[in-house]
């Protein structure tokens, strides 16, 4: 990645981030030391095989979890040393996730799913409905809102946990292997959706994937290997 | 935040109805049954004192010997004499009616029944002490009294059982062998503390004494207190009366007994009570197993839900919150619970207090204090549930499968 000519602080800034599982000698050290700095409105592709730490560092960034070592700013602030009710709120204010396995409440309706943040940040009835509306007509499920999850295809069980991640209009979307569960087809709906997010509504993108097809969609693709970042490169689009 | 949780408790209930249903068995089962227990008990301790309210309130009995016995080996103590009965009308203060009495037994016959009973000869004064009813016919005239004539009242299970729908008053019936004519039917008292109260005849007390006793003694006298006296006063004032009529010398022991009907209630009474607390107590063990119910079926919940929870706390709900709403799906749980035990033991109560013949009585306070242990079941057994929800890694959570 060539240097930024206009300094502006990155939004998510890991500095010698280290992440240990298990004590003794059966202890695991899963990340050795990240250095890793994501600008606002950057669309980042996370790659690596199986083990590589992209998983643990994602837990990181999404604040699901905290680092054994090493620095986390998040817009300027320390996360590694906020507790777990700290974290809660962080995510709520500034987080959206999308999970590979849709992870939709089941037997609720969609629009109750996409409410759901929104009841834990304490919005009335009516704000929730207003704004649960307008995250699913984003994602083009709008006639589809009182189904359930058992009624929807898995794209638009997807589409509906977008609609749920980007709600409470956060700054940074967390999204771990989005289309690992998804045909093709509905595969380049969901990017497409996403890299609209991003584009036109200035979410930050952070995305894990497998697949070099949905790594394209991306600004900058990091490559994750035995616990460190391999390189970084600008993608396709950038 | 509360309004956020039960929000949430409601949708998680309504999700899972079934299984809220079956969780909350423990806890409707539990309840119904303490209500129902306790609330026919306490019917049943009423029935008891009205029972023997209908005995005679404050009516002090008056009988030869020590205690229910005639006492000891030696002597029969001596019956009562009209003039004991005189005395106490005269000098002793806070009386409101003296009634003789003397007993027998016989064989009623009307044609061709038969009916084994209990003669009882008194004064129309009878009727005052133990507030009976003359329901049909008449009581006793002055001059039937004075002259001991062969009239009598019956008791309903006598006119049920002899004359057998036909219409009593004014037939003639032979009872021990001398015919006598029936002037009126009591009131119906129901089974008292003593027996069947209605399966008595009753007849003029001379007319007692002259064909079946052989002797002018009276075997008891009712004395009934003035409301507005103490009856323990009256008491303690009957026997020194009587003490000092039959000539017992200071320090010996009394050859009477005074016996008050309050103490009887008091006694009957204070048994059902306990019994009802006994009977009680072992339902509200079955309220507890219905708490344990709760508990278990939430922790199985949590388990089942992980991944629920995995979700609510990755978009951002704190721990407290989480163990808030399990605790208030606990709660509302074993409130609805309690809400429906109620309702089952108002409709049990209603059913069965007929069949037990004991009045139905509503008790506020019972219904009060069980609904609210079912919530308090609610928040300590849904409390350990909960925080296990709480305390889980929203990771580990989220791979939970």
Redesign the interface.
């Given at each position: 990645m060539a240097a930024d000519p206009i300094i502006s602080l990155p939004i998510i800034s890991l500095r010698g981030v280290t992440k240990i599982y298990g004590e003794g000698p059966t202890a695991f050290q899963a990340l050795k030391g990240v250095d890793l700095d994501i600008q606002q409105g950057d669309f980042v592709a996370v790659m690596g095989p199986s083990g590589s730490g992209k998983s643990t560092t994602m837990n990181i960034l999404g604040c699901l979890d905290v680092p054994s070592g090493g620095t986390y700013l998040f817009k300027g602030h320390h996360v590694e040393t906020l507790d777990r009710d700290q974290r809660a709120l962080l995510r709520r204010r500034y987080l959206g996730f999308v999970f590979q396995g849709f992870n939709l409440l089941s037997r609720t309706t969609a629009l109750e799913n996409v409410e759901l943040p929104l009841l834990y940040r304490g919005e009335d009835k009516k704000l929730r409905y207003e704004m649960g509306m307008a995250a699913l007509d984003k994602v083009g499920l709008k006639d589809w809102w009182d189904h359930t999850p058992a009624e929807l295809s898995g794209g638009q069980q997807q589409r509906v946990a977008i609609a749920r991640a980007i709600v409470t209009q956060p700054d940074v979307l967390v999204a771990d292997e989005p289309t690992g569960n998804l045909d093709s087809q509905r595969s380049i709906e969901i990017m497409e959706l996403l890299t609209d997010l991003n584009r036109n509504s200035g979410i930050t993108v952070l995305m894990v994937t497998h697949e070099p097809d949905m790594a394209a969609y991306a600004r900058t693709i990091v490559h994750f290997r035995d616990g460190l970042v391999e390189s970084i490169e600008a993608g396709v689009t950038a | 935040?509360l309004g956020?949780t039960v929000?949430?408790a409601f949708?998680a209930i309504n999700?899972?109805k079934l299984r809220s249903f079956l969780t909350t068995l423990g806890i409707i089962i539990g309840v119904a049954a303490v209500v129902t227990m306790v609330t026919l008990g306490n019917g049943a301790t009423a029935a008891v004192r009205e029972q023997i309210s209908s005995l005679g309130a404050n009516v002090l009995q008056l009988r030869p010997g020590q205690g229910f016995g005639r006492g000891g080996g030696g002597p029969r103590p001596p019956d009562f004499k009209e003039r004991d009965l005189t005395a106490i009308e005269n000098q002793l203060t806070g009386v409101r009616a003296v009634a003789p009495v003397v007993q027998s037994s016989g064989t009623a016959i009307y044609e061709g029944n038969n009916w084994s009973t209990t003669v009882y000869g008194t004064t129309s004064a009878y009727s005052e002490v133990q507030q009976w009813k003359v329901a049909d016919g008449r009581l006793f005239l002055p001059d039937e009294e004075e002259a001991g004539k062969s009239v009598c009242i019956i008791g309903n299970t006598v006119r049920t059982n002899l004359f057998q729908g036909t219409e009593p008053v004014g037939q003639r019936m032979r009872i021990k062998g001398v015919s006598c004519q029936v002037v009126g039917v009591l009131a119906t008292r129901g089974q008292g503390g003593f027996g069947d109260q209605d399966d008595v005849v009753v007849m003029p007390i001379k007319f007692v004494q002259r064909r079946f006793t052989g002797d002018r003694d009276i075997s008891q006298i009712m004395v009934a207190v003035d409301d507005a006296y103490d009856t323990s006063t009256v008491q303690a004032s009957l026997e020194e009366l009587m003490r000092e009529r039959r000539k017992i010398k200071a320090g010996d022991q009394d050859n009477f007994n005074v016996f008050d009907t309050k103490q009887i209630s008091d006694t009957l009474t204070g048994t059902t009570t306990i019994l009802t607390q006994i009977v009680g107590a072992v339902a509200a063990i079955s309220l507890l197993v219905g708490g344990i119910g709760i508990m278990n079926i939430m922790l199985v919940s949590v388990t089942e839900r992980t991944?629920?929870i995995?979700?609510?706390?990755?978009?951002?709900?704190?721990?407290?919150?989480v163990l808030m709403q399990f605790l208030v799906e606990a709660i509302v749980l074993s409130c609805l619970g309690g809400l429906i035990g109620l309702f089952l033991a108002l409709i049990a109560s209603v059913a069965i207090a007929p069949l037990m013949q004991v009045p139905f009585l509503f008790d506020v306070k019972v219904n009060a204090i069980a609904f609210l242990f079912s919530a308090a079941i609610g928040v300590v057994f849904g409390y350990f549930p909960a925080r296990r929800a709480a305390a889980l890694n929203?990771?580990d959570a989220?791979r939970h499968e």
């Open positions: - | 935040m956020t929000i949430l949708r999700r899972h991944r629920e995995g979700i609510r706390l990755a978009i951002g709900a704190v721990a407290r919150e929203p990771i989220l």
